[in-house]
């Protein structure tokens, strides 16, 4: 059975999540880790820090003090991707 909320990335196929609305929320994410409301796209809403805390990469490879910038924000993408948004 399907779940009934999409992923961030099904989303972003579908164009209601743009490229603009991926970055900026990763953007939020690595100025403020705290993050928990995020509003993008067509009204979606997003807790960014319980994104990356429950996909275990993302949450290991950000508390990872040799982890590159550019890896930290690859793993916190994809948690987002891989986040359920709430309809705002």
């Not at 999540?17 to 009204?43: C, I, L, Q, R, S």
């Amino acid at each position: 059975m399907a779940d009934s909320h999409p992923t961030t990335g099904e989303h972003y196929k579908a164009k209601a999540v743009t490229e603009e609305d991926v970055v900026a929320a990763v953007d939020a994410f690595m100025a403020d880790p705290t993050t928990t409301v995020f509003v993008f796209g067509d009204g979606y809403r997003i807790d960014l820090a319980e994104a990356v805390r429950s996909h275990e990469w993302a949450s290991v490879t950000v508390r990872t003090k040799d982890a590159t910038e550019h890896l930290k924000r690859a793993a916190v993408r994809t948690a987002i991707l891989l986040a359920r948004p709430e309809k705002s």
